[in-house]
């Protein structure tokens, strides 16, 4: 899984747009001289502060792309007369605009307003995130969604596999990886929304790092736990609080 340029491309479905992406190679898109390129920045309308990892994608449709660091995207387009795009962002409300034809050749900037309620429940939801991981007496890295927009290093399993420098594959298991403790080879523990990942660190190879909102690595890699944007709008539309860290997943301890 590759990824170029400042702005990324997904597919995703249609239903949802932040619900697993998929990496696609955008280069070969944005060279092809017959389709258009919309390049512009997604931004906050009260304080112009730009949105990062906000999705762009043609209205109806099945790609998207998060914007970068800066709120910078570039999204290949079909030939046609307008270009109608729906742009998402995690606690503001999701906006349907149709740019002229003229916007290929131009730079956009697109303004996107907050929802005070989204706003609000993302605030508690992060907070519920950092009490939980004071109450934990042990070393705990994280890596924020801001963090995860920058990121060059590939999937996710290529992000954790970084982030636990002490961890090797598995013998016998491919790309899975473990560690040793007291003597014995260990797997690293995965979480994925709370869920265990039977398969281990290799089933990470599958996201790219745009899709998540969160990864938590605790005690140098004995578990780590990935959270994606879906988990988190699901919570904020719902208002359920986090479990507590020795429930639904591996328990530390």
């Keep these: 899984m590759s990824r170029r340029g400042g702005a990324r491309l997904f597919t995703l479905p249609c239903a949802l747009l932040v619900l697993f992406p998929v990496l696609v190679d955008g280069a070969s898109a944005q060279t092809d001289p017959t389709r258009p390129l919309l390049r512009g920045?997604?931004?906050?309308?009260?304080?112009?502060?730009?949105?990062?990892?906000?999705?762009?994608?043609?209205?109806?449709?099945?790609r998207a792309?998060?914007?970068?660091s800066l709120g910078i995207f570039a999204l290949p387009m079909e030939l046609a007369g307008s270009y109608p795009i729906a742009?998402?962002?995690?606690?503001?409300?999701t906006l349907a605009i149709t740019l002229p034809a003229s916007a290929a050749g131009e730079f956009s900037t697109i303004h996107l307003n907050p929802n005070p309620i989204e706003l609000e429940g993302l605030t508690v939801l992060v907070d519920g995130f950092e009490?939980?991981?004071r109450r934990y007496f042990?070393?705990?890295?994280?890596?924020?969604?801001?963090?995860?927009?920058r990121e060059t290093r590939g999937s996710v399993y290529d992000i954790?596999?970084?982030?636990v420098p002490l961890a090797r594959p598995c013998p016998f298991e491919g790309e899975n990886l473990c560690f040793?403790?007291?003597?014995?080879?260990?797997?690293?523990?995965?979480?994925?929304?709370?869920?265990?990942l039977w398969e281990g660190a290799a089933a990470l190879d599958g996201y790219d790092s745009a899709a998540l909102y969160l990864i938590e690595v605790y005690d140098r890699g004995r578990e780590v736990r990935v959270?994606?944007?879906?988990?988190?709008e699901k919570r904020l539309r719902t208002g359920r609080r986090l479990p507590p860290l020795d429930w639904g997943c591996q328990r530390l301890g």
Excluded: H, K
């Design 65 to 68: 792309v998060a914007t970068d």
């Design 138 to 149: 042990g070393p705990v890295r994280v890596l924020d969604q801001e963090r995860l927009q």
């Design 160 to 163: 954790v596999r970084a982030e």
């Design 41 to 62: 920045r997604v931004i906050d309308r009260e304080t112009r502060a730009p949105l990062v990892g906000a999705f762009v994608a043609p209205f109806g449709g099945s």
């Design 131 to 133: 009490r939980r991981r």
């Design 227 to 232: 959270y994606t944007r879906f988990f988190v």
């Design 180 to 196: 040793q403790r007291r003597g014995r080879s260990q797997r690293v523990n995965v979480c994925l929304d709370e869920v265990p």
């Design 87 to 93: 742009v998402e962002q995690l606690g503001y409300t």
